[in-house]
């Protein structure tokens, strides 16, 4: 189960963390993936982390931007968002690999959560 959290209103040019806390034992051995979805626009990758924390990929728009993290002893994946525009505006979902490889694809993802709203305002 993965539950989301950290959401909330921003303004443009300001920063805001995402936190995804993960339950279960093997949370350390899977990749992890953050993902949003505007209104009426199809489900888009952000950023993904390896297993243990030394590969990252981001999505070109985030690039520089945006640092994905995760702390394993704390089964939490972290997405820390600064320079945001408005264009980032979106629920913001975490998600689980059962591999411990990065991916862009979020068909690749088997566990999802509940997504969390980030609404930045100009």
């Known amino acids: 189960q993965l539950q989301a959290s950290g959401g909330g209103l921003v303004q443009a040019g300001g920063s805001l963390r995402l936190s995804c806390a993960a339950s279960?034992?093997?949370?350390?051995?899977?990749?992890m993936g953050w993902f949003r979805q505007a209104p009426g626009k199809e489900r888009e990758f952000v950023a993904a982390i390896n297993w243990n924390g030394d590969s990252t990929d981001y999505a070109d728009s985030v690039k520089g931007r945006f640092t994905i993290s995760r702390d394993n002893a704390k089964n939490t994946v972290y997405l820390q968002m600064n320079v945001v525009k408005p264009e980032d505006t979106a629920v913001y979902y975490c998600?689980?690999?059962?591999?411990?490889?990065?991916?862009?694809?979020?068909?690749?993802?088997?566990?999802w959560g509940q997504g969390t709203l980030v609404t930045v305002s100009s």
């Open positions: 279960g034992r093997t949370f350390s051995s899977y990749a």
């Open positions: 998600a689980r690999r059962t591999t411990s490889w990065v991916d862009s694809l979020p068909g690749k993802y088997d566990s």
